[in-house]
């Protein structure tokens, strides 16, 4: 494939008090935009939900961890039952090692590596069927088999580059449309056991909280991931990538606020020039006393239309709304949503691979 091929996906969505993703303090994050302090989400936060999403729904997913040596003992005494714990911890630790990955004393990486369950499995059985192990065929083995989230969100290895996975998908940081300005809850516990004679709280203190409307934004880049994966798993994959990205949502302190919402607006754009993220449309902040969400949708896109000066016309536009939107088809729901961008990319992958 020579075209370049981008998947925009833009959402609005409203969140009551929460505090979803803190900093060192226990605040939420925020962000200074348009002159102005905004709610933030991070995009490894929303990222991190969304690889679980994945694994709730049985899609291909992968460990990140420092016990990539364990994993893989554990897999080679599942596949050779006659394999002690020490036999095989040996040579999970030769197999890492070979490709170049350094491990300690605890048999761990000496950084967080992203390893597919796909990988592990075929490692060993690379391992079980030869006696002299190749470094060639071990990455080899490394950079193939890999899960959607490692194929869309990449890998790096400082202890060796070649077994790094380039990104398909980028991930924005959330931020609100609008300006925030920072609550605090204070809150008492009592103590259940407490004599009647016994005033005052046994604990006190307080928790930041905001609420916004936020944007929200991320890209596929369709030819990077069809590479990583190949070219039905691609289109499969960005499905299951809108459908996690658009329901899922960081729990930070969820059971305090009880925040879980889902999107008010979905926009889908299919590019063959570049990706576009829309945040410029809440460069001034949307002021509003009778609600964002709205307000936020109108912006967004007007936004939208107004970046048509400077790029080239989408193959696809489709917009999830119960607002009235002007920016390319309509869809009735999200399987609805899902299906029109799956049709559209079938049909451009399926052309750009007729072309090569």
């Known amino acids: 494939m020579t075209n370049n091929l981008y998947l925009d996906i833009n959402i609005i969505q409203t ?8 900093d060192d303090t226990g605040a939420p994050k925020t962000a200074l935009y348009g002159g102005v302090t905004r709610a933030r989400v991070s995009s490894q936060s929303w990222k991190h939900v969304v690889r679980h999403a994945f694994k709730e729904d049985h899609v291909t997913f992968s460990s990140r961890t420092k016990e990539s040596v364990q994993l893989l003992a554990n897999e080679l005494r599942k596949q050779d039952g006659s394999l002690d714990e020490e036999a095989a911890l040996t040579k999970a630790n030769e197999a890492f090692k070979s490709a170049g990955i ?21 490692l060993a059985q690379y391992i079980l069927n030869n006696d002299e192990l190749d470094k060639k065929e071990i990455k080899k083995v490394l950079k193939g088999d890999q899960s959607l989230d490692l194929a869309l969100f990449g890998r790096m290895v400082a202890d060796n580059p070649e077994l790094n996975v380039d990104a398909a998908s980028q991930v924005a940081h959330a931020i609100s ?54 070219k039905e798993g691609a289109i499969a994959g960005i499905s299951a990538f809108i459908k996690d990205f658009a329901l899922s949502m960081p729990t930070g302190k ?28 809440f460069e001034k902040p949307v002021v509003s006393n009778d609600g964002y969400v709205e307000k936020s949708v109108e912006r967004l896109e ?25 920016a390319g088809k309509t869809a009735t729901n999200l399987s609805d949503l899902l299906k029109q961008v799956t049709t559209e990319l079938t049909k451009v992958v399926e052309d750009e691979n007729t072309n090569d």
């Open 15 to 22: 969140v009551p008090s929460s505090n979803l993703n803190r």
């Open 102 to 122: 350094k491990v300690d004393k605890n048999n761990e990486t000496g950084a967080l590596l992203l390893i597919s369950n796909g990988q592990i499995k075929k």
């Open 177 to 230: 449309t609008h300006e925030v300005i920072p609550e605090y809850d204070y809150f008492t516990a009592l103590d259940d056991e407490q004599g009647e004679d016994t005033s005052g709280a046994a604990m006190l203190g307080t928790i930041e909280f905001n609420s916004a409307t936020l944007y929200r934004y991320a890209n596929v880049n369709v030819n990077e991931l069809v590479h990583n994966l190949n």
């Open 254 to 281: 969820q059971n305090t606020f009880a925040n879980k919402t889902l999107p008010n607006y979905v926009m889908v754009t299919i590019r063959q020039d570049t990706p576009v993220n829309l945040v410029s449309a």
């Open 302 to 326: 007007n936004e939208y239309k107004q970046t048509l000066d400077f790029v080239d016309q989408p193959l696809l536009t489709v917009a999830l709304s119960k607002y009235n939107t002007e």
